[in-house]
């Protein structure tokens, strides 16, 4: 299509006329509405001969501004700025309005389908040389043409208020840029006006008006259902003669005018992707209206049962539109709610306090879980009790044999995938504000180790040799979400400001505040505003925990994050599920206590592992059993000599054959609190290392404590509204990291209570360093003994008055064996019998010692 309109735009231009009409487009390449203009609008000009009646100039300047040192800022960045002075350049090169136009609309049509960043391939489109104009924009030449445009634009009176800024024959159109046609068809005073003219009416009112409906929303919408239906329908009363066409420059009589005037004012068409369900009902309504108008102005012998029917017939798209609109939220509410009732119905009531058999640890980004991992985690399990990490898809069978450990990116629907009832999920939160900053830093950091290379080209074709590599090696942080999202488009942010930099010769860069240098990176305060950041990035911490990111296993994830992003008030409902399952966790970590929060996780996670390592090995040849329940923090005074080779139970029954693994030796609680202080201080420095040698190749910004406090107070302060629902649920979270720190304070007073008995009682050196290898030997004792006494004690009909017995008895008279063990079974049954049992046996034994004294 895009080329077919090339063909016409370069084919149609005509002839200079006597008594051309002046057209002015004062515009910025990467603003959207002044793309929308020019490849769904401007190129109707060359669709007829009306390009014939008008002087048509491109002003590629906007809203840009020069700067106290010379240098000039555009709104959308230095993207914007390097294709503005590129478009600049096209005409300046080509000044043939049927050369410079074919070449800015296949420019704005990449930027129209965000894809601006090929910009270059319009010239081998369009069969041009691109030399003259590179030349121009990374010349002298260039920078003039800015200054020149800037001149024009500033000149402009009225000022200009906004972009596009259309202008016919030195009147402004305000909101009607649009509706150019008309304005250039009633200033052209010309005796042979063009055909355009004189269809606008009708045909060339509504093609303009469906073709730029359907762009805008990108898909037919009822509205332009509508109008095409009527375009149809004026067509075919033409074709049998019951209309006539319209004449006459505008054609459209009063009060028609004023509704097409209306409808297509700021109100109804610059926000309407933003208000659609609550304005399109009046303006379906209005341009109904118009369309029943012109048909009637129109009608030689339409009968007035035909115009009822017919108002009829258009009035079904203006109830069904009237009743999306009424549902919109409606359907939201509905959504949301039904998604959060069976989110908290399927929760695990489970004593939450107690490990299970597979630990998921829920990594939101930037909270401190890589320090975790690598020097808490990797600590307490094996390399084979590790699950392959999945960080943008599940690439995990959480049911192979050893399984353990999950340590993953992936939000809470990751438990759909995993048995709930033996899975316990841990995780760390920060304050909302802080994750943002640093988020905003790692992608910037990240993103600029690949300013080694010369352009995105580059790096493309190494991107594509590094992952044919990784398929045998480690993870790529472009593999992880959502850093495979933020890093690119912070890489090709950093690559374009550097390009405008070269354009400019600007070899010297200041950065009085880091978090604003424009010349340099994007500012965080535009940064924040980006859709991109607003669907990944603010209230990360909710969604995550939600289970509803862009990267969520859940199939209405997609809706009812949309929902709650367009109606904010539902994002309570999200909320409430991230609070429960978030209560529900086994441990919560918060990123601003560290050091407790560290102290937490060894006692509370760190002990149940070594714990779990110790039940299982001193009862592997029972490894096919239920899992056993798990010891309290009094584990953690173990013995380290007596921690065995250990397996875990699988997910699934396995066999009691199954090989015990090699686990952790050598591990207690303190011991791991030794290794963790040692690990953050390695992981710590070499962290720190490759930042500076990243933040060098965007050099002089440097993300510093100093540097956060130069943000201005009302970044702050809209971070934190844009936040609200992760800021609500780190308030929850400290809530329960309090209640984590009483429950942990009463069982190590317990353990150290029970320490203290053991260490007083009248085995000293046995219970020093108590032991449940060591216990096991007498308590297995002393259950089997039971289960004598239980089967010796049944009753005198079992084996007391037995022949068995009757015969030991017998052959003991010579040793008094029977007379000394009986009397201690009597003693001992007497204390697990029923009254009726003991009298029976005691006056049955009785006899019989009478006679074994007499014997004696």
């Not at 304005?279 to 009608?299: H, K, N, Q, R, W």
């Not at 950041?533 to 209405?556: K, P, R």
């Not at 710590?684 to 956060?708: C, G, H, W």
């Not at 030991?808 to 029977?818: L, S």
Request: include cysteine; glycine fraction near 6%; charged fraction near 20%.
């Amino acid at each position: 299509m895009d080329a077919l309109r090339l063909l016409l735009i370069c084919s149609l231009i005509s002839a200079s006329a006597a008594d051309k009409v002046s057209f002015e487009v004062y515009y910025e390449s990467l603003c959207p509405y002044c793309s929308n203009l020019i490849v769904n609008y401007l190129y109707k000009l060359f669709d007829s001969d009306l390009i014939s009646i008008t002087d048509f100039k491109l002003v590629p300047y906007g809203n840009a501004k020069i700067r106290p040192n010379g240098t000039i800022t555009c709104q959308h960045g230095p993207n914007e700025c390097l294709l503005n002075t590129v478009e600049a350049c096209a005409i300046d090169v080509w000044p043939d309005v049927k050369v410079y136009f074919p070449f800015v609309y296949c420019v704005e049509s990449l930027v129209y389908n965000h894809n601006y960043t090929h910009w270059d391939t319009c010239f081998e489109k369009l069969d041009l040389d691109a030399s003259p104009v590179a030349d121009c924009y990374s010349g002298k030449r260039g920078r003039e043409l800015e200054l020149q445009y800037a001149a024009e634009t500033n000149a402009l009176q009225p000022p200009h208020k906004y972009v596009p800024w259309v202008v016919v024959d030195g009147q402004p159109l305000y909101d009607d840029y649009r509706d150019f046609i008309s304005y250039i068809c009633k200033a052209y005073k010309g005796t042979d006006p063009p055909s355009a003219c004189t269809e606008s009416s009708v045909g060339g009112i509504w093609k303009v008006k469906i073709n730029s409906i359907q762009s805008l929303y990108g898909q037919e919408t009822v509205m332009s259902k509508l109008f095409r239906t009527g375009q149809a329908i004026i067509s075919w009363l033409q074709r049998n003669k019951i209309v006539e066409k319209g004449g006459g420059r505008g054609g459209v009589g009063p009060p028609f005018g004023l509704i097409v005037k209306f409808v297509w004012s700021k109100p109804y068409t610059r926000f309407v992707g933003i208000y659609e369900h609550e304005i399109s009902v009046l303006y379906t309504c209005l341009l109904t209206l118009l369309f029943i108008g012109e048909v009637a102005m129109m009608c030689k012998t339409m009968h007035s049962m035909l115009g009822l029917i017919l108002v009829l017939l258009l009035s079904v798209p203006v109830t069904i539109k009237a009743s999306e609109a009424d549902d919109g939220y409606s359907q939201c509410e509905r959504t949301v709610k039904n998604w959060a009732s069976s989110s908290l119905d399927s929760e695990v009531k489970d004593d939450k306090h107690d490990l299970r058999d597979l630990l998921f640890f829920l990594h939101v980004p930037r909270t401190g879980g890589r320090t975790y991992f690598h020097c808490f985690l990797k600590k307490l399990y094996s390399n084979s009790q590790e699950c392959p990490r999945s960080y943008d898809k599940l690439r995990v069978n959480p049911r192979k044999p050893n399984c353990r450990l999950l340590s993953t990116h992936d939000d809470y629907s990751m438990m759909s995938k995993l048995p709930k009832e033996k899975t316990s999920v841990v995780t760390i939160l920060r304050n909302p504000i802080d994750r943002v900053f640093s988020t905003y830093e790692f992608s910037v950091e990240v993103a600029a180790r690949f300013l080694i290379h010369p352009n995105l080209t580059s790096v493309a074709r190494m991107a594509r040799i590094a992952q044919r590599r990784r398929k045998t090696a480690g993870v790529s942080t472009l593999d992880i979400w959502p850093w495979k999202y933020l890093v690119p488009w912070m890489r090709e942010d950093l690559f374009a400001r550097r390009d405008a930099r070269k354009l400019r010769g600007q070899l010297h860069l200041v950065a009085n505040n880091s978090y604003d240098a424009e010349d340099i990176l994007m500012p965080l305060h535009e940064y924040i505003h980006h859709p991109i950041a607003v669907d990944i990035v603010h209230n990360g911490a909710t969604f995550q925990i939600a289970g509803l990111t862009n990267n969520s296993y859940s199939a209405e994830a997609h809706e009812v994050r949309h929902c709650v992003l367009k109606y904010h008030t539902l994002g309570e409902y999200v909320l409430e599920v991230a609070k429960k399952r978030l209560a529900d966790m086994l441990y919560v970590g918060l990123t601003e206590n560290h050091r407790e929060s560290a102290t937490m996780f060894a006692n509370i996670v760190g002990a149940q592992v070594i714990s779990q390592h110790t039940i299982s090995s001193s009862s592997a040849d029972v490894a096919g059993n239920d899992r056993s329940e798990q010891s309290s923090v009094t584990n953690t005074i173990s013995d380290a000599n007596d921690q065995g080779n250990s397996t875990y139970q699988t997910l699934e029954d396995v066999s009691p054959t199954a090989k015990v693994e090699v686990a952790r030796d050598n591990l207690t609680v303190g011991k791991l609190m030794q290794a963790y202080e040692s690990c953050i201080s390695s992981l710590r420095n070499s962290q720190s290392e490759r930042r500076v040698n990243s933040l060098k190749r965007i050099s002089p910004v440097n993300f510093t404590k100093e540097a956060r406090r130069q943000v201005p107070e009302v970044v702050i302060q809209e971070i934190a509204s844009l936040n609200s629902l992760d800021i609500e649920l780190y308030n929850y979270a400290q809530h329960i990291f309090t209640e984590q720190q009483g429950h942990m304070t009463q069982r190590m007073v317990y353990a150290e209570k029970l320490a203290t008995t053991l260490s007083t009682s009248a085995y000293p050196n046995f219970y020093a360093v108590p032991s449940w290898k060591v216990l096991s030997i007498p308590i297995t004792g002393l259950v089997m003994l039971l289960l004598i006494l239980f089967f010796f004690c049944r009753g005198p009909h079992l084996l007391i008055l037995s022949p068995s017995f009757k015969n030991v008895a017998e052959e003991g008279k010579q040793t008094g064996v029977v007379t000394l063990w009986g009397q201690s079974l009597i003693i001992i049954c007497s204390l697990v019998l029923t009254p009726g049992n003991r009298k029976g046996i005691a006056s049955n034994l009785g006899s019989r010692r009478n006679r074994s004294f007499h014997t004696s």
